[in-house]
């Protein structure tokens, strides 16, 4: 099993000044305890499940960028870019960008996108959710098609593009893995089957109890569009406080658990079909902690999703 970590609060004491700072030596300590990726959620405010909209937010990707000067392996994404924040083309641009100056190391990750009031409260347009699932088919081949170096035109329904030049290319390839986030079973999962080579699923959302149904649901889209399942990085997202004693107070952002509590979790969620656990940690910024995540990171490694 392989493991990363998101980084979704960034309120931090003396903040803003301290943002930089505190968001580079979680980047380096991530890196340093032996987790694979390190993401960034793609909002403008901060979301209602950690905290009111006044809180401290900055701009994915140029937070990733930060990161990518402040590391040299770990890998880097969002989770995930709403597809209204930005024009397909100049997204394909901006996730090649930080693949170049990365070293190979970004991600796209990207969803239907779902916060109307950051819509409302700067202004871009919200359309209904059929819309967005459209838009999203059409951005992913977009993106697909710019880094295959493919210039033709692209004529979609929502979407024109004259010359989708897409120069320097990325590094990795044929192109940045893709990962699409949510668990709707009609629309998000059949994307998945499509055109990504991960999905990403909520823990806490749904257990490892409630997983394996949507990874069936991904395996028979798989089956529908010729697709082999096992080609698909099934990850989820898992907030969670590690703590050396398992004292501590539990927040929306993450129950308090001692190592042994997070592997035996971790092993759950590897027998239940995931590859990857992203960890939500509340307590990002203790640096100690991150001597915990190393002892979590080397007790799961050799676990192994059924059928990979």
Not at 116 to 143: A, K, M, N, V, W
Not at 165 to 192: C, F, Y
Request: glycine share 12%; hydrophobic share 35%; proline share 6%.
């Amino acid at each position: 099993m392989r493991m990363g970590l998101q980084v979704s609060n960034f309120s931090w004491p003396d903040a803003p000044a301290s943002i930089g700072p505190t968001f580079g030596r979680i980047a380096r300590n991530a890196e340093d305890a032996g987790l694979v990726s390190l993401w960034v959620m793609d909002h403008f405010f901060q979301i209602h499940v950690i905290g009111p909209p006044e809180l401290d937010m900055v701009e994915g990707y140029t937070a990733l960028a930060f990161a990518a000067g402040q590391t040299s392996t770990i890998e880097l994404g969002t989770l995930v870019t709403g597809v209204t924040y930005r024009h397909p083309g100049v997204l394909a641009k901006t996730v090649t960008s930080l693949d170049v100056l990365s070293g190979g190391r970004a991600w796209l990750g990207i969803g239907a996108a779902w916060n109307e009031e950051e819509h409302r409260g700067l202004g871009i347009p919200y359309p209904g959710t059929s819309e967005r699932f459209e838009r999203l088919e059409e951005t992913l081949q977009i993106c697909l098609q710019m880094w295959e170096g493919d210039e033709s035109p692209y004529a979609g329904k929502h979407y024109q593009l004259e010359r989708p030049l897409n120069v320097p290319q990325s590094l990795r390839r044929p192109h940045p893995p893709i990962l699409i986030g949510g668990g709707g079973e009609k629309k998000t999962l059949r994307l998945v089957a499509q055109y990504a080579d991960a999905c990403n699923l909520f823990d806490l959302g749904l257990g490892p109890e409630g997983i394996p149904r949507k990874l069936d649901v991904i395996r028979q889209h798989c089956a529908d569009v010729g697709r082999d399942y096992a080609q698909i990085e099934k990850t989820c997202l898992a907030r969670v406080n590690l703590s050396k004693d398992g004292h501590g107070e539990s927040t929306p952002r993450g129950p308090v658990q001692t190592v042994d509590q997070a592997v035996d979790r971790f092993g759950r969620l590897s027998e239940a079909g995931i590859d990857t656990v992203i960890l939500g940690m509340a307590n990002d910024t203790d640096d100690a902690a991150y001597e915990l995540v190393a002892e979590v990171v080397r007790q799961v490694e050799p676990l192994r999703a059924p059928g990979r």
